[in-house]
C-alpha cells in the first residue's frame, strides 16, 4: 500500500505531517493484518522528498548534498510515519530503497528476499520515494513504482495507492470504477472518448503499473486516503468503495 504524500502530509507546508489521518490509517491496517492481510507499506515525497528534491533539482549544489539533504529528508519521514504505525500495534522495519535498490527508468530494481523476510515474520516492511545516486548525478526512485515492484517481488495480488482524490476522475468530474490499462494505452482517442485526462500524479501512478506489473498483480486500487472514514479496512475486507480499480 503506497501512503501519498498528499496523504501523509500537506503538500503546501513544508515537513508537515497529518498525524491524525496516518493514525487512522494505522487502526485500519492493524485491524486488516489481524484480520489475516499482510501488508507492506510505501511513502510518497510529499512535504518532506518533493519540496527538498524541488529546493536542489538546479540549484548547482554539489550533488553529494543534494543526495545526502533529499535521502535524510524521506529518512525523516519514513521514521516518523513508522512511530505512529508502532504507536497503533503495528510492527515497521524501515527500509531505505537508496540502500536496497538500483533503479534503471521506471523500474526500482530492488532486492526484496529481506523484506520478504520481514512481512513473513508479521513485520510491516516500509519503504519510501528516494534518491540514489546516478552516474555521477542523483536521481530520484518514486514510491509509485516502489509499490507495484514491491507488491510484485513480494507476490501481492494488490496494490493500494492512497491518495487525495476519489479514484482517477473522468471528464464528466465522476470517478471511474474500472480501468483496464489496454484502454488507458489508448492515447490516441480524444479525451471525450476515452472519458478521462489523466495527467500528473496520476499518470505517473498508470505508467508505474504499466512498467512494474507481474502475471501475480489483479489489480491496483485507487482510493482517497484523506476521506475520513473506514473505507481503506472496508477495501481490505473486500468490500467495493468509493475507488478505481486499474486492471493491469
Ligand atoms: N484524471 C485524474 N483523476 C484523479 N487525479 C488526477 C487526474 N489527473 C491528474 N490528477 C492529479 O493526481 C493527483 C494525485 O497524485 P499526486 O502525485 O499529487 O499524489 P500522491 O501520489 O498522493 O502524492 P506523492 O506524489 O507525494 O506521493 C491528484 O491530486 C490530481 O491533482
Ligand atoms: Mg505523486
Redesign the pocket.
Known sequence: M????????R?DEPFSLRIPVLRSIARQLRVAIEEGAGIGVV?????Y??VVAHAYRGSGAPASEALSAVTASMLELALAVSDILAGEGLRPVVYPPHAFCAPRGLRPGCSWRQVAEALELGAVPLVY?DAYPCGGDWCIV???ELAVEMACSLGAEYVV???????????DGS??PVLRLSDAALEAAPVERRG??????????IEAVRENQCPGLRGVW?LN?LAGDDRLLRLLRGERVVS?LIIP
Open positions: 503506497k501512503i501519498g504524500g498528499s496523504v501523509a502530509t503538500k511513502l510518497g515525497g510529499g512535504s522528498g518533493h520515494g518514486s514510491g509509485d495507492y492512497l491518495s487525495d482524490v476519489d479514484g482517477v476522475i473522468g471528464s470517478v471511474i478521462y485526462d489523466v495527467t500528473g500524479g496520476m499518470l505517473r501512478k485507487v486516503g478505481t
